[in-house]
């Protein structure tokens, strides 16, 4: 069982991460920033790894993730181009590459890096991801988040307020959802991946039922008028987060129905019990095993 878990997880590699490990050490020079208005003051701007949110006002630049470090030049224009002042702060929604790569050059340009405490402990040491079979170095010590919290933190910035809200062992153990309330903007960082399978990094705290939760903490304070921005994926609204967050919960629970029979992880794969999302979805089989394989690696653990 051991055995498959690896071998799903390898396959989950090839497909899940948006090809993000194999790209970040290719050049990025034909990536360009679209920025996309979502509301009174605040962007989402799109390159390469996880969607970038903005917010902007008499107050400066506030970002949330900043994607990879050879994109960071082409951040700030895009920022520049609806925003002035420096960048003040930087928000990371959780530790992984495609979130955190610009961290060195915003720190060095005298940013002010916030995440919660599990992002600046991972971030601080040597990582192995199993899932892409990819060791990541620790980060210098100005990548590092220097203002970190545990439950969540406030912000009273441009206006806005910018509540940030730590979801327990979801995406990763040190993830955050970040709320602009006026503006009634959510980025979900990467417990929502937009019409596919999310990643979830098991490996670092993630689980299925953390992926289910932080979406419900999310929907908890949505309306019908709230934009949603995933870490991966277009700009989304309430439905869109709940339609994904039932369909994680459906095959949370054909996979759990199976364990409690007594199937083993190979017998599960077999049954195929997610089948139809993933024909939804457009995945393909091997997609398909390996998300069986996180979900029943989540309620195992
Ligand atoms: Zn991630």
């Known amino acids: 069982m051991r055995k498959l878990h690896k071998i799903t997880m390898g396959l989950a590699g090839v497909w899940m991460c948006t090809a993000a490990p194999l790209k970040a050490r290719q050049d990025m020079s034909d990536v360009e920033i679209r ?8 962007y989402m701007l799109v390159g ?10 008499e107050n400066g630049p506030f970002v949330v993730d900043d994607q990879y470090a050879p994109l960071t030049e082409k951040i700030l224009a895009a920022i520049a181009e609806v925003s002035d002042g420096e960048v003040r702060f ?10 955190t790569g610009g961290n060195e ?4 340009a005298g940013a002010f890096i916030v995440a919660h405490e599990n992002v600046r402990r991972r971030m601080s040491v040597d990582q192995f ?12 010590p100005i990548a590092l988040p220097i203002i970190t919290f545990t439950e969540g933190v406030t912000f009273r910035w441009n206006g806005e307020t910018i509540r940030v809200v730590h979801v327990e062992n979801a995406h990763t153990d040190g993830d955050a959802i970040v709320m602009f309330e006026n503006a009634n903007v959510v980025h979900m960082g990467d417990t929502f991946f937009r019409d596919r399978f999310p990643f ?15 979406s419900g903490t999310a929907l908890a304070v949505m309306d019908g008028e709230t934009q949603v921005i995933p870490g991966h994926g277009a700009l989304s609204n309430r439905e869109d987060l709940r339609r994904y967050r039932d369909a994680l919960k459906t095959m949370r629970d054909a996979v759990a129905e199976l364990m409690g029979r007594g199937r083993s992880l190979e017998q599960i794969v077999a049954a195929r019990p997610i089948r139809a999302q993933a024909e939804a979805w457009g995945q393909n089989e091997a997609a398909e095993a390996s998300f ?7 309620l195992v653990a």
């Not at 979830?200 to 932080?214: C, E």
């Open 200 to 214: 979830i990094d098991t490996a670092t705290g993630g689980s299925i039922d953390g992926m289910i939760a932080a």
């Open 35 to 42: 920025t996309v208005s979502v509301a009174e003051g605040i």
């Open 129 to 140: 991801m199993e899932a892409f079979d990819r060791a990541v170095p620790a980060a210098p």
């Open 292 to 298: 069986v394989a996180t979900i029943h690696y989540g």
């Open 90 to 99: 930087v928000l990371n929604t959780h530790w992984h590459f495609d979130h």
């Open 48 to 57: 390469q790894g996880g969607n970038i949110g903005l917010s902007v006002g």
């Open 105 to 108: 050059n915003f720190g060095e």
